[in-house]
C-alpha cells in the first residue's frame, strides 16, 4: 500500500461523510487480525521515529515542517488510547500534545481559535489535539452554546484558518475515530465494573450518549464542510483497537514520507572540528 | 533496593558534592551489566507507568500532586537520550516535557524563573526540564552573562522557589548527568563520524569543552547550595547509558511510589449508571 490508507479513509472534500455506510468493525487496508496488526505495529514504530527524528533535524536547519494530528471523536472512541499506543511509540521530546476540555473563562473571552493556536506544534514537532477547535461546531452546536449565525460561519473560518497554516507548512492529519453505539455501551459499562476506572466516567457521558444522533448531524456536517484539499478529514473505524492502532499510525506515516524531511548539513568543517576535539 | 539509590546518589544539603570523587564509569546500586540493566529497566516500565496513571488519576479527584524531573549535564552528557529511554516508557499524555535553550529576548525581559515557571507541570503531570532554571548559574556564570552580585543571590533564589513549589505538592527530582571528559571527547568525535549526526553539532561545543572546569566549578556550587532537604540533587554517573537510563527511571519509582498516588473514587452512583445505559 503505497499512500493507500489515505485514498481509502479520506472524506471526500465537500462529503458526503455516510456515516452509516462506514461500519465501525470495518478494517480498511488491513487484511488479518489482532495479532499480525500488533505485529504491523511494531513494524511501523521504527519507521516513525526515524521520520520524526529526521523532521525535528531538519528544522534545526531552517526547515518549517510540522505536522499536527486532530483526533477527534465520542466518548470512549480511544482517542487517549491512541495517544498512548501510536503516540507513545515517538520520541516525547518532540511532541507536543494538548487536551482541550470545555473551555475555561480566558479561553471564552477569545475567538474560539485563540487557543488551539497556543498549542499548535512548532517547526520540526508532532503536535496531537485531542478534541480540538471542531469541538465548537460539535458540542456547541448539539448544546446550542452560542447562536446558530455564529456557529455556521465557523466552518468556513476553520477551513480559511487551516489552509494558511499548511502554506506555511504544517502538515494537517484530521482523525474522527468512528465507534458504534453498542461498542460505547459496552466500554462504558466496563468501566463502571472497575473502580480503576471510574475517574474516567461522569454521569455526563450517559447524557452525552443519548445526544448521539444529534452528535452524528454535527459530526457529519463538520466532517463533510472541512474535509478539503489542503486538510482532508479521515475517518478510522475504531470499534477494534487493534485496527485503529494501526490506522492511525500508517496515517501518519505516509504523511510524514510525503514530507520526507532530511537531516541538515552541518554548518561547520568536520575535519577542523576533529583536529581540535583531538589536540586538545 | 527500598528507597536505597536515593540515598546512594544524593548529594547531602550543603554539600560536599566532590565530582573528582564520582567516577563516572560507576554503576551505584546496579550490580550487572549492560543486558542486564536492560532487562531491569524493562521490568520498571510498566510499574512507572502504573504510578503514572495514578498520578494523573489522583489530579482529577483534586490532588495537587505532580512531579518534575530537573536533567543537567554538559554536551553529550545524555539529557535528550534519557528523555527518549525513560520518558519514553510513559504515556506522553501525561508528561509535559521543555527543554530550555539560550532566553529570548522576551523571556531575558522577565526574572530568570519566569520561563521555567511557564513550563511547570500541572496537578496529576510529569514534567520534564532538559536544561532549567539551573542555567542561570551554570552557562550564565561561567560565560560571566551577569554580575556576580546577580547570580550569586540566585542559589537562595531557587532555594526559596523550589521550596514553596515543593510545600505545594510538587516533587523535584534533580539529576546531574555526569560524564568523563574523555568520554565526552569519544561521543562528540562520533557525533562527526555520522552525517545523520552533524545537526547536533556547533563549532560551539568544543568551546564550551574547553571550559570545562569552569563548568565544573560551577556545577559544584550549585549541587551544593541547592541539594536542599525538600528539594535533593542526584548526581548520577552516566557514562554507561544503560546505567542512566535504569537509574533516572529507578529515582523516578522511587519518588512515585513515596507520592503513593490512589485512583479517586467515582462521584455518583454505579448501579444507577448502570441501570441507566442498559435500559436505553
Redesign the interface.
Known amino acids: 500500500m503505497a499512500n493507500g490508507l489515505r485514498d481509502l479513509l479520506r472524506v471526500p472534500p465537500g462529503g458526503p461523510a455516510r456515516l452509516d455506510h462506514r461500519d465501525p468493525d470495518d478494517t480498511p487496508g488491513f487484511r488479518g487480525k489482532k495479532a499480525k496488526a500488533r505485529a504491523a505495529l511494531d513494524d511501523l514504530a521504527p519507521l516513525l521515529s526515524d521520520l520524526q527524528e529526521r523532521l525535528f533535524?531538519a528544522a534545526?536547519?531552517g526547515s518549517r515542517r510540522r505536522l499536527l494530528l486532530v483526533l477527534q471523536g465520542m466518548d470512549t472512541s480511544g482517542k487517549?488510547g491512541t495517544?498512548?499506543h501510536v503516540?507513545?511509540h515517538?520520541?516525547?521530546?518532540g511532541?507536543r500534545?494538548r487536551?482541550f476540555k470545555a473551555p475555561t473563562p480566558e479561553e471564552l473571552g477569545h475567538h474560539f481559535l485563540w487557543r488551539v493556536s497556543n498549542g499548535l506544534p512548532r517547526a520540526g514537532e508532532i503536535g496531537?489535539f485531542?478534541r480540538s477547535h471542531y469541538e465548537d461546531v460539535l458540542a456547541v452546536r448539539v448544546h446550542h452554546l452560542v447562536d446558530k449565525e455564529v456557529w455556521s460561519r465557523r466552518y468556513a473560518e476553520i477551513n480559511a484558518w487551516e489552509e494558511a497554516l499548511v502554506r506555511d507548512g504544517l502538515v494537517l492529519v484530521k482523525v474522527f475515530l468512528h465507534i458504534g453505539d453498542e461498542e460505547q455501551?459496552a466500554r462504558?459499562?466496563r468501566r463502571?465494573d472497575r473502580?480503576?476506572k471510574?475517574?474516567?466516567?461522569?454521569?455526563n457521558d450517559?447524557t452525552e450518549?443519548?445526544l448521539w444522533p444529534r452528535y452524528r448531524t454535527a459530526y457529519e456536517a463538520a466532517l463533510e464542510r472541512c474535509s478539503t484539499e489542503p486538510a482532508p478529514w479521515y475517518v478510522v473505524p475504531a470499534n477494534r483497537r487493534w485496527y485503529r492502532n494501526w490506522a492511525v499510525s500508517r496515517l501518519l506515516l505516509e504523511h510524514l514520507r510525503e514530507i520526507d524531511p532530511r537531516?541538515?548539513?552541518?554548518?561547520?568543517d568536520?575535519e577542523e572540528?576533529?583536529r581540535?576535539?583531538?589536540a586538545?
Open positions: 533535524a534545526t536547519g487517549g495517544v498512548k503516540i507513545g515517538l520520541n516525547p521530546a511532541c500534545i487536551a496531537i485531542d455501551r462504558l459499562l463502571l473502580t480503576d471510574h475517574w474516567k466516567f461522569s454521569r450517559i450518549r443519548g537531516f541538515p548539513p552541518g554548518d561547520f568536520v572540528a576533529r581540535r576535539l583531538l586538545e
